[in-house]
């Protein structure tokens, strides 16, 4: 938006309390996770001190117990010794892999779509609707009779083509409508051209259409990412991805400090999501908003 | 075309189906063996499960034995006979409500219900607040502002129920500051249903207001200049101006962010996980998942039934706008 004219500014006061609004939000918002980050260098008896808050601050048990201020012991008992870095590899294959499958079907099925005579827009709709309403947890619980009789439960693909089908009726969704924001007329005056279907897809619209399947990709993304319903029931204690993992974290170990691999872990799974939160923010609520700017 | 609309059948449809299916069995009961153990003070008789032949009419039938309604009328889910016992003989309106939800399937639909109802209202609401103070800032602050005010939507459910469960904790820097502050060392902000629901709830508002900031945000940037311009020479205060331009124009947003909103709250999960909140309110995907991850084997007609019985809910709660959509697109059809 441009500059607001002057006349249409607000006034002081009024500036002042959205302010004041504004920072007690960020607050809330944001202090969550740096205060976690913060704590996941000191040991338990500091982030988690029974005496004062304070102490998760400066860490004096930190101090007496490892000599430093800070200590990487929580991410050392994690990656190293509880071997989070497995479960780290498997959430890296199962995102890459539902994001590549999901955007193929995603762009052929939507460029399909968009460029179909009939009028499939409101079956589309619907059923991305649908779908999208069902809780995950729902599906898994038909899935996983199934998957065992068929001996495929406890895998990364099984996870990876189940993630793939919760996420296909959204990511056609939102293709569909980006093809259907690129003109017709390039595709047509490509085949004019004597280009086959095909070929017109691939050289006229591919090369236009990379904004809207970089959008769609990040939302496949993050749902592989922070999905915990599907990886935890569906993948066996090798397999796990890296949310179901430390959940074990939480449930099975009772001993000192263990509590620490999993804030430690907790911060090693989100950092990267922040990071790329921060580079594609401007796609990301570009895709939050397009369903909703069609109406 | 083809090969996404098979995969959306054969990963959607057929689930549906088999949930279906599933709810309709249950598990087989274990075969008991008696036998007898003689010793030197006499013969015991003794009842075993024969493991064994257990696990051999498991492998034959997987599904178990043919239940037909059953599951859906017993205790863990709809529980027919307990409602009629409850209503036929009690001690007044309280009376019932205590009880009814002591049924795990009532306590499940209670809290899904409240969650729902509550999140979605107040994340729109706070939401839109927001969006409206991040649109007055200076063009500069407004990227790190919506970074920041994102970060609670795109974080894992799991971790941002777990890193903010950490600070309430007892030990945590709010639990320790409430105490203080309420000098109570017992309090708790999971000692009561109560408090559980409330700390649940405001955890939702907290994970779901980004969304609804953001498409009020982008809502925000088209209201026409004009309107708010001619509406302020008519002498229309900041509030009116709000009330009678900036909200009707963002209406059609509202319905949209509210669906959405109804969607992911209805299907609340993690928070009860990460907040290891089960034991004062658990949701229906939470006593699916519970089914499903149970200690001694999985009750797989128990959670089918009541997968079906949430599909069911979904329904009815999408019916009002899977009608609108379908008028509205048979208007607009092209």
Known sequence: MSATPPHLRPSMTASALAIGFLAVWLLVAAFPFFWTLWGSFKVEADFFSRSSWWNAITGPATERQTGSAFTLAGYEGAWIEREFWRAALNTVIVTVSVTTVSLLFGTLGGYALSRSTRNYTVWILIAALVFRAMPHITLVSGYLLPFFELNVWGVLPTAIVVLVAINQPFTLWMLHSFFLSIPKDIDESAMVDGCTRFQAFRLAVIPVMWPGVITTGLFSFLLAYNDFAVTAMLLNQENQTMVPKINSFLGTVQTQGSIMYAVAATVSATVPLFILVMFFQRRIVAGLTAGAVKG | ?334
Not at chain 2, 93 to 115: Q, W
Not at chain 2, 287 to 311: E, R
């Open chain 2, 1 to 334: 075309m083809a090969p996404s609309a098979l995969a959306m059948i054969l990963f959607i449809v057929v689930p549906i189906g088999s949930i279906l299916v599933q709810s309709l069995f249950v598990e087989h009961e274990r075969v008991l063996v008696t036998v007898e153990n003689c010793g030197p003070f006499g013969c015991t008789e003794e009842t075993r499960v024969d493991t064994a032949a257990t696990a051999e009419l498991r492998a034959e039938e997987p599904l178990g034995r043919f239940n037909g309604l059953g599951t859906y009328i017993d205790r863990g889910h709809l529980a027919v006979d307990e409602l009629a016992a409850i209503l036929s003989d009690n001690a007044g309106p309280g009376d019932i409500a205590a009880r009814v939800m002591n049924l795990p399937f009532y306590k499940a639909l209670a809290f899904t219900l409240a969650y729902t109802l509550l999140v979605t209202p107040l994340c729109m609401a706070l939401g839109f607040a927001v969006a409206l103070a991040v649109n007055a800032l200076p063009r500069l602050a407004k990227g790190p502002v919506i970074f920041l005010t994102l970060l609670p939507y795109i974080a894992t459910p799991l971790l941002g129920a777990l890193a903010v469960f950490w600070m309430i904790n007892t030990d945590g820097i709010i639990g320790a500051t409430l105490q203080a502050i309420f000098d109570d060392p017992t309090l708790s902000l999971q000692a009561s249903p109560m408090l559980t629901w409330i700390t649940l709830i405001v955890w939702g508002i907290w994970h779901m207001a980004p969304f609804a900031f953001v498409v009020f945000y982008a809502g925000l940037q088209t209201v026409p200049a004009d309107t708010l311009e001619s509406a302020m020479i008519d002498g229309a205060s900041r509030w009116e101006r709000i009330l009678y331009v900036t909200v009707p124009h963002l209406k059609p947003l509202a319905i949209f962010v509210g669906l959405i909103l109804l969607m992911d709250n209805f299907r609340v999960f993690e928070p009860i996980i990460g907040f290891s909140a089960e034991a004062n309110a658990t949701s229906l995907s939470w006593s699916i998942y519970n089914d499903l991850n149970g200690q001694g084997g999985q009750l797989f007609g128990s959670a089918a039934a009541t997968s079906v019985l949430t599909t069911i809910g979904v329904m009815i709660l999408l019916t009002p706008v899977l009608i609108r959509t379908w008028r509205g697109a048979g208007g607009r059809a092209a």
